[in-house]
């Protein structure tokens, strides 16, 4: 049944476009809703015994003459990225709900975005996995190039310059595999036994290839300049969704089809994870755009993707999937407050100038979710980001003590620039308070080039629109899964966990 969720949004997408512009939306909305509501159910009705394989769930000859197949399976890591897949996208459509420019076009490249992500998920096969994953490139550049702000054309373009290079090293693993295996099946090829001295340079070029869009240090900096140059439902989507096809695709394909590689390159991954918490992290704090303050804090916390993925224990590895759904629900909520609810009504960004607008009292339901999303980003308990993060740490200390001590500093990082952009968005109370904004750095050229201007007093007392019912139910919906997941982790880990345990790279 959950292979519908890939049918029935790729329907949409096509049908999105070929109807009349004033049902565009509502079409996407319950296309959306559809694919969540599939997801919803089968999570709710899969026994978790049955989770904790790879089993298969579809399976048709496709080119028979390369041993390509469709086939589709389901486990426990796979279902729930499938649940945060659907989450994003009802909530992304409905931060979309005023656009209105070629409404078509932008939710037909959103939907095909949303399936494409789907299959990825759900693929057993080595060949359909990549298709899917290389479909989501292309919606990706147009969402941007053409809805988007803020140069735009070049995040686009750096956007899709990066993933196609991953995708290259990515497919060159795939050719090693499919070559020395002779079978593209993920299941087969977890079986076969690959020669060490294969896997001593199959798995960091394959696994290269699929931390790229994870955001990997020092690959990130297509990251922060994808997200401010996105839409708001771009971004809600590129760092909610996106970046995990990435992290999952290292575990699925690249971890678990060569676990002796995997071994021989573990403590570099988790060295650029380290490196990567710290350093995006420390760049969030000298950030003067709130869009670059989220999408840096983006690439510090898929840090704890990887770290948690080097750990290579049950636990840890857990953890980075449970912090793949965390940082999907919680990234897209920072986004759709950034993004729709600030500045598409303030038409700025800048920290300086929003510390003057008083926001919290303009825009109060604004303000308390992007205090909550704050909290749950922080990692306060109670919230996603703590369960995951605590369960990453716990993991790590097993295998990398030092680097749990050294990640504690990423963490209060994290807190100082997650303070500092709650404060100057909603709680600042004169120019004064936030004249200090830093110079930017050698890595931060694509911040605005634009001097900061201080709003005058009519600036400060602007009316500005309430927040719309669709943006408080896409946020509310946001809300209530980093919440939910926060408060019983056990939902999600129960689940996969003995997805985990079943991987090859355990054993």
Same mark, same amino acid.
């Given at each position: 049944?959950?292979?519908?969720?890939?049918?029935?949004?790729?329907?949409?997408?096509?049908?999105?476009?070929?109807?009349?512009?004033?049902?565009?939306?509502?079409?996407?909305?319950?296309?959306?809703?559809?694919?969540?509501?599939?997801?919803?159910?089968?999570?709710?009705?899969?026994?978790?015994?049955?989770?904790?394989?790879?089993?298969?769930?579809?399976?048709?000859?496709?080119?028979?003459?390369?041993?390509?197949?469709?086939?589709?399976?389901?486990?426990?890591?796979?279902?729930?990225?499938?649940?945060?897949?659907?989450?994003?996208?009802?909530?992304?459509?409905?931060?979309?709900?005023?656009?209105?420019?070629?409404?078509?076009?932008?939710?037909?490249?959103?939907?095909?975005?949303?399936?494409?992500?789907?299959?990825? +998920?759900?693929?057993?096969?080595?060949?359909?996995?990549?298709?899917?994953?290389?479909?989501?490139?292309?919606?990706?550049? +147009?969402?941007?190039?053409?809805?988007?702000?803020?140069?735009?054309?070049?995040?686009?373009?750096?956007?899709?310059?990066?993933?196609?290079?991953?995708?290259?090293?990515?497919?060159?693993?795939?050719?090693?595999?499919?070559?020395?295996?002779?079978?593209?099946?993920?299941?087969?090829?977890?079986?076969?036994?690959?020669?060490?001295?294969?896997?001593?340079?199959?798995?960091?070029?394959?696994?290269?290839?699929?931390?790229?869009?994870?955001?990997?240090?020092?690959?990130?900096?297509?990251?922060?300049?994808?997200?401010?140059?996105?839409?708001?439902?771009?971004?809600?989507?590129?760092?909610?969704?996106?970046?995990?096809?990435?992290?999952?695709?290292?575990?699925?394909?690249?971890?678990?089809? +060569?676990?002796?590689?995997?071994?021989?390159?573990?403590?570099?991954?988790?060295?650029?994870?380290?490196?990567?918490?710290?350093?995006?992290?420390?760049?969030?704090?000298?950030?003067?755009?709130?869009?670059?303050?989220?999408?840096?804090?983006?690439?510090?916390?898929?840090?704890?993707?990887?770290?948690?993925?080097?750990?290579?224990?049950?636990?840890?590895?857990?953890?980075?999937?449970?912090?793949?759904?965390?940082?999907?629900?919680?990234?897209?909520?920072?986004?759709?407050?950034?993004?729709?609810?600030?500045?598409?009504?303030?038409?700025?960004?800048?920290?300086?100038?929003?510390?003057?607008?008083?926001?919290?009292?303009?825009?109060?339901?604004?303000?308390?979710?992007?205090?909550?999303?704050?909290?749950?980003?922080?990692?306060?308990?109670?919230?996603?980001? +703590?369960?995951?993060?605590?369960?990453?740490?716990?993991?790590?200390?097993?295998?990398?003590?030092?680097?749990?001590?050294?990640?504690?500093?990423?963490?209060?990082?994290?807190?100082?620039?997650?303070?500092?952009?709650?404060k100057r968005s909603f709680f600042g109370e004169s120019s004064a308070e936030s004249g200090g904004s830093a110079a930017p750095t050698d890595d931060v050229k694509q911040m605005s080039a634009s001097p900061t201007q201080i709003p005058s007093s009519a600036?400060?007392?602007?009316?500005?629109?309430?927040?719309?019912?669709?943006?408080?139910?896409?946020?509310?919906?946001?809300?209530?899964?980093?919440?939910?997941?926060?408060?019983?982790?056990?939902?999600?880990?129960?689940?996969?966990?003995?997805?985990?345990?079943?991987?090859?790279?355990?054993?």
């Amino acid at each position: 049944m959950i292979a519908w969720t890939i049918y029935v949004t790729f329907g949409g997408a096509i049908i999105t476009l070929l109807l009349p512009q004033v049902v565009a939306k509502w079409t996407a909305l319950l296309t959306s809703l559809a694919g969540l509501a599939i997801s919803v159910v089968a999570f709710c009705q899969t026994p978790i015994v049955d989770l904790a394989q790879f089993k298969t769930i579809v399976r048709v000859a496709w080119v028979p003459m390369l041993g390509m197949n469709y086939h589709l399976a389901l486990d426990g890591i796979s279902l729930t990225l499938v649940v945060v897949t659907g989450i994003a996208a009802v909530s992304a459509v409905l931060f979309s709900w005023d656009v209105d420019l070629r409404e078509n076009e932008f939710f037909f490249w959103l939907l095909l975005v949303v399936a494409g992500s789907y299959g990825v +998920f759900l693929s057993a096969d080595l060949f359909l996995l990549f298709l899917f994953y290389e479909l989501v490139i292309v919606p990706k550049y +147009f969402l941007i190039a053409i809805w988007g702000s803020t140069n735009k054309e070049y995040g686009a373009m750096k956007l899709t310059l990066y993933s196609f290079f991953g995708g290259m090293f990515a497919f060159l693993g795939i050719l090693a595999a499919y070559v020395s295996a002779g079978s593209l099946d993920l299941n087969q090829l977890a079986q076969f036994q690959f020669s060490p001295q294969l896997q001593a340079w199959a798995f960091p070029i394959l696994f290269l290839g699929f931390a790229v869009l994870a955001g990997v240090w020092p690959l990130h900096t297509w990251a922060p300049t994808g997200h401010v140059a996105a839409p708001t439902a771009g971004s809600m989507l590129l760092a909610g969704i996106v970046m995990k096809l990435g992290s999952y695709a290292g575990l699925r394909v690249a971890m678990n089809i +060569f676990p002796q590689g995997f071994y021989l390159w573990r403590n570099t991954i988790a060295v650029l994870a380290v490196i990567g918490i710290l350093y995006a992290a420390a760049v969030a704090l000298r950030q003067s755009d709130l869009k670059f303050v989220i999408g840096y804090s983006s690439v510090s916390h898929m840090g704890f993707v990887l770290l948690g993925l080097a750990t290579a224990n049950a636990l840890g590895v857990s953890g980075a999937v449970l912090q793949m759904f965390s940082h999907g629900v919680i990234a897209a909520l920072l986004f759709a407050v950034a993004g729709r609810m600030i500045y598409r009504r303030t038409h700025t960004r800048e920290l300086d100038r929003l510390s003057i607008l008083q926001l919290n009292r303009a825009l109060p339901f604004a303000a308390f979710t992007f205090v909550i999303a704050s909290a749950a980003s922080m990692g306060i308990p109670g919230f996603s980001g +703590f369960a995951a993060e605590i369960t990453i740490l716990i993991g790590a200390w097993h295998s990398f003590p030092v680097a749990v001590w050294i990640t504690g500093a990423g963490m209060v990082l994290v807190a100082a620039f997650t303070l500092r952009a709650l404060k100057r968005s909603f709680f600042g109370e004169s120019s004064a308070e936030s004249g200090g904004s830093a110079a930017p750095t050698d890595d931060v050229k694509q911040m605005s080039a634009s001097p900061t201007q201080i709003p005058s007093s009519a600036e400060r007392s602007i009316h500005l629109e309430p927040i719309t019912l669709a943006e408080k139910c896409g946020a509310c919906l946001l809300m209530f899964a980093t919440l939910a997941v926060g408060l019983y982790p056990k939902l999600l880990l129960d689940r996969i966990m003995p997805a985990v345990e079943a991987m090859r790279f355990l054993k």
